[in-house]
T-cell receptor, first 117, second 115 residues
Framework: GAVVSQHPSWVICKSGTSVKIECRSL??????MFWYRQFPKQSLMLMAT?????????EQGVEKDKFLINHASLTLSTLTVTSAHPEDSSFYIC?????????????FGPGTRLTVL | AQKITQTQPGMFVQEKEAVTLDCTYD???????LFWYKQPSSGEMIFLIY??????QNATEGRYSLNFQKARKSANLVISASQLGDSAMYFC????????????FGKGTKLSVIP
């Protein structure tokens, strides 16, 4: 299957700092990528849809100014958690559809575990 | 709005036995896709199998098969000959023709394989 990478795999930061997470499609191009958040023992919750060359589409209840998304190229999307607080501690995971069209299989990155102290 | 229901928070299965993980869905769109993903403790989401709403036959991928009953709106995952490495969370997901083609996930089922 297609490969999606994420960096870093884990990060610990102090409250008030910003953290950038990268999501890359390694062997295919992705005009769209998705960012999810997962709390312990819960399911994935879609945060936003990242669109190459245009603004991201955020789900209801997700703060646009806090979770900045940039999709600068066909293989890279970044999520920046600004002024992070302990409640932002979570597992963040990205995905990208492969092969284009409705029946795309979405491949996921390995995830980033964020801990805010 | 689409919805995915997984009613089994946890399941146990003996090694080498088969197990069925339940998934029901609700959508008004006649065109949709159903996916199963495995999430081991490491956190990565591993794609297992896909079923399209217009597919005539049930999908199969190695030891994984999808029991698709369209009229009942169910898409159960069947794992044959369970292995210890199958212990993980399993998520059912659906995509319809909503904007962005994003996935909606069920709450998951934690499968534990007993030696």
């Amino acid at each position: 299957g297609a490969v999606v990478s994420q960096h870093p795999s884990w990060v610990i930061c102090k409250s008030g700092t910003s953290v950038k997470i990268e999501c890359r499609s390694l062997d295919f191009q992705a005009t769209t990528m998705f960012w999810y958040r997962q709390f312990p023992k819960q399911s994935l919750m879609l945060m936003a849809t990242s669109n190459e060359g245009s603004k991201a589409t955020y789900e209801q209840g997700v703060e646009k100014d806090k979770f900045l998304i940039n999709h600068a190229s066909l293989t890279l999307s970044t999520l920046t958690v600004t002024s992070a607080h302990p409640e932002d501690s979570s597992f963040y995971i990205c995905s990208a559809p492969y092969r284009g069209g409705f029946t795309d299989t979405q491949y996921f990155g390995p995830g980033t575990r964020l801990t805010v102290l | 709005a689409q919805k995915i229901t997984q009613t089994q928070p946890g399941m146990f299965v003996q090694e080498k036995e088969a197990v069925t993980l339940d998934c029901t869905y609700d959508t008004s769109d006649p065109s949709y896709g159903l996916f199963w993903y495995k999430q081991p403790s490491s956190g990565e989401m591993i794609f297992l199998i896909y079923q399209g709403s217009y597919d005539q036959q049930n999908a199969t991928e190695g030891r994984y098969s999808l029991n698709f009953q369209k009229a009942r709106k169910s898409a159960n995952l069947v794992i044959s000959a369970s292995q210890l490495g199958d212990s993980a969370m399993y998520f059912c997901a659906m995509r319809d023709r909503g904007p962005g083609y994003q996935l909606t996930f069920g709450k998951g089922t934690k499968l534990s394989v007993i030696p």
